[in-house]
């Protein structure tokens, strides 16, 4: 285990190399799916594509959720933890 990897709860350790089949946005809340479980997000939450361009989605806006869509079918690939970001999810590559 590398020192980066320590730092992340064993609980997000176990999502690495989960497929996301699911997203769905509601007024209060965003939620990521895979095979066998899945996350809610309320508040907040910001995406940063391989690109760099910032997706922010906040709660009361549903609709600025629909960029999180290219998730689809992708694979998280690292996690990583910030002071601002309760947990960040990288993908391998991004489609569409």
């Known amino acids: 285990m590398s020192d980066e990897d320590a730092l ?3 609980i997000l350790q176990s999502i690495k190399r989960e ?3 699911q997203v769905a ?3 209060y809340d ?3 799916n895979w095979g066998d479980g899945g996350f809610s997000c ?3 939450l910001e995406y940063k594509s391989s690109n760099g361009e910032i997706t922010m989605w906040t709660e009361g806006n549903p609709f600025d959720a629909v960029p999180l869509l290219r998730l689809l079918k992708q694979t998280i690939e690292t996690i990583e933890i910030g002071w601002t970001v309760f947990y960040e999810c990288n993908f ?5």
Request: charged letters at 15%.
């Open 19 to 21: 497929e996301i089949c």
């Open 30 to 32: 965003l939620q990521l």
């Open 42 to 44: 309320t508040g907040q």
């Open 8 to 10: 992340v709860p064993s």
């Open 25 to 27: 946005f509601g007024r």
């Open 92 to 96: 391998p590559m991004e489609t569409g």
